[in-house]
């Protein structure tokens, strides 16, 4: 799950690689800007940045 972020309330992940895209397609098809300001387009739920887990877990070992 690493370079991704994560809904937790859907336990859905979406690639950072295809975030622009994907954030792209739904501004333009469906006027939702939820995935630029990182939020669930389905939920609106804050998405996680999978990455920023993973160096916080590391921080603690
Ligand atoms: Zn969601």
């Known amino acids: 799950m ?3 972020i994560y809904c937790p309330k859907c336990d ?3 690639p950072k690689d295809e975030m622009e895209e994907r ?7 469906f006027g939702n800007k939820s995935l630029e300001e990182r939020k669930c387009p389905v939920c ?5 940045d999978m990455d920023e887990v993973s ?7």
Not at 23 to 29: A, G, N, P, T
Not at 44 to 48: A, F
Not at 55 to 61: A, C, F, I, L
């Open 55 to 61: 160096k916080h877990r590391n921080k603690g070992d």
């Open 23 to 29: 954030s792209k397609i739904l501004r333009e098809v």
């Open 12 to 14: 859905r992940s979406i």
């Open 2 to 4: 690493e370079n991704c």
């Open 44 to 48: 609106g739920t804050t998405m996680i």
